[in-house]
């Protein structure tokens, strides 16, 4: 079964260094999706990508963070100075629809695991 | 208000045991509900959708209710690989793509 794939599975970065989590989507999606999950706290929404433009991004996506689909296959999202309390998993996420009216799933890839010092 | 709001949970029972759980939205304009499980430091997996006229798929049963803005999920003859965080997830109107709102979650225990 196809899968969306993150790398790298843990990142460990000192606070105000730049990461870069990149993912690749299973292959004929077309909409890609970044989620955090702070430990022992609910799955948010970060933003959400189609046609190499942003569709739409939730509050927490401040100007510290960007996505990028630099090539056919990846999709990579960037944090410029980090913060202590962008310590999370990082999931990525792919649809083959938008889901809004035809209840096509999103899959979730197995995530990045994030921690700043 | 929180958008999606589940039981508390932890819900814990022995193997075979029915268990059912609830969750409600805020959004009356959701239009797409899903329950994804969650283990241990894993990504969510789908479950299963959740269509108006209610749906199974083996032992699980999903309900929705959109007059009262509830879902709910039935597990029957649970087994101890059921042993996760159930996430109720809905897809509100109004954004362009479909971003996921997910609940908290409630955690199952299937004890042997």
């Known amino acids: 079964e196809p899968e969306v794939t993150q790398t790298p599975s843990h990142q460990v970065t000192q606070m105000g260094q730049e990461v870069i989590l990149r993912c690749v989507p299973i292959?004929?999606?077309?909409?890609f999706y970044w989620y955090r999950q702070i430990l022992g706290q609910k799955v948010e929404f970060l933003v959400s990508?189609?046609?190499?433009?942003?569709?739409?991004k939730s509050e927490i996506f401040d100007d510290q963070f960007s996505v990028e689909r630099p090539d056919g296959s990846n999709f990579t999202l960037k944090i410029r100075s980090t913060k202590l309390e962008d310590s999370a998993m990082y999931f990525c996420?792919?649809?083959?629809?938008?889901?809004?009216?035809?209840?096509?799933?999103?899959?979730f890839g197995d995530g990045t695991r994030l921690s700043i010092l | 208000r929180k958008e999606v709001e589940q039981d508390p949970g932890p819900f814990n029972v022995p193997e075979g045991a029915t268990v059912a759980f609830n969750c409600t939205y805020s959004n009356s304009a959701s239009q797409s509900f899903f329950w994804y499980r969650q283990d241990c430091r894993k990504e969510p997996k789908l479950l299963m959708s959740?269509?108006?006229s209610g749906n199974e798929d083996g032992r699980f049963t999903a309900q929705l209710n959109r007059a009262s803005q509830y879902i709910s999920l039935l597990i029957r003859d649970s087994k101890l690989s059921d042993s996760a965080t159930y996430l109720c997830?809905?897809?509100?109107?109004?954004?362009?793509?479909?971003?996921?709102?997910f609940g908290k979650g409630t955690k199952l225990s299937v004890k042997p």
């Open positions: 996420a792919s649809s083959e629809g938008t889901g809004l009216y035809t209840n096509q799933p999103q899959h």
């Open positions: 959740v269509y108006s």
């Open positions: 990508f189609y046609n190499n433009e942003i569709s739409e």
């Open positions: 997830v809905v897809i509100a109107y109004g954004g362009s793509q479909g971003n996921l709102i």
């Open positions: 292959s004929n999606h077309l909409y």
